[in-house]
């Protein structure tokens, strides 16, 4: 496993962000790369699996850490990894309250959060480097939520919302 450059991106405020991270075994070894740098740089990580590469049931992992996140709205964010991404992040999505985004590039990572205010960043681990996840996990840490015309949109995403308004 590729072991961290601490120092090669680091903003000033990891120390403020807060996360959950979880994966199934094939995003084991990128999960376990992130994870250590965001605990370098100060953040604050709550690992909730899977702890090998060891063959386990993704969407045990996804929900889990999708309830963690909505339990604990303000500032938690998600960070979740399996080969596409598809897995987590449909599982995650089937909790109320998650907006679980699968991103594969840091411009993506970022309109997740600030157009549709996501709180868990979902990344296909066979398919992204180490450096390119870094890349998107700060992206989506860094980016703040724009609210304006697109809080209307988010809120007719969770389940509750106001009715609709027809199209046309």
């Known amino acids: 496993m590729n072991q961290p450059n601490p120092g090669s991106s680091t903003p000033s ?46 969407p045990q992992v996804a929900r889990a850490l999708a309830s963690a996140v909505v339990e604990n709205s303000e ?37 997740a959060r600030s157009h549709n205010n996501a709180n868990i960043l979902c990344l296909p681990a066979r398919f992204v480097s180490h450096e390119q996840a870094l890349a998107m996990v700060e992206a989506f840490a860094f980016t703040p939520f724009e609210g304006g015309r697109h809080q209307r949109r988010v809120a007719m995403i969770d389940p509750g919302a106001s009715p609709i308004p027809p199209i046309g």
């Open 13 to 58: 405020n990891w120390t403020q962000t807060s996360w959950v991270i979880g994966s199934d075994h094939a995003g084991f070894e990128t999960k376990e790369f992130l994870r250590i740098y965001l605990q370098s740089q100060g953040a604050q990580v709550r690992d909730m699996g899977c702890y090998s590469p060891e063959s386990v049931d993704y």
């Open 75 to 111: 500032g938690l964010l998600g960070l979740l990894l399996c080969g596409s991404g598809n897995g987590v992040c449909i599982s995650a999505n089937r909790i109320p309250g998650a907006r679980a985004a699968l991103c594969w590039l840091p411009e993506l990572a970022s309109l």
